[in-house]
């Protein structure tokens, strides 16, 4: 059985940074593409960034980009979201997803985390 459990996520003021991670069991790790999304209520869920096997590529949401950094350790079967430079407009649920290939579109991850609660304050 797949799962997938996210941690480190918190309240934080504005500027500040977090640490996302995402660690892994059941599922050949190496074989998937990572991916980091979020969901504030009201809202679809929306992709920040994603991360091929290797981790020698990477794809970011425009709104995020130049302040996260996604990463992944194969070894550990983690991935990570460093997230910098934080504002309000972040604050939301993040959740890690696994699929076969490097997409885009949420539809196309069939493995999905519990998510983690990201708050931050002014």
């Known amino acids: 059985q797949v799962h997938l459990v996210e941690s480190g996520g918190g309240l934080v003021q504005a500027g500040g940074s977090l640490r996302l991670s995402c660690t892994t069991s059941?599922?050949?790790?190496?074989?998937?593409?990572m991916g980091w999304f979020r969901q504030t209520p009201g809202k679809e869920r929306e992709r920040v960034a994603t991360?091929?096997?290797?981790?020698?590529?990477?794809d970011y949401a425009g709104s995020v980009k130049g302040r996260f950094t996604i990463s992944r350790d194969n070894a550990k079967r983690t991935v990570f979201l460093q997230t910098n430079s934080l504002n309000t407009e972040d604050t939301a649920v993040y959740y890690c997803?696994?699929?076969?290939?490097?997409?885009?579109?949420?539809?196309?991850?069939?493995?999905w985390g519990q998510g983690t609660h990201v708050t931050v304050s002014s």
């Open positions: 997803a696994a699929a076969r290939n490097m997409v885009l579109t949420p539809a196309l991850y069939p493995y």
């Open positions: 059941g599922l050949a790790f190496t074989g998937y593409t």
């Open positions: 991360i091929n096997w290797s981790g020698t590529s990477t």
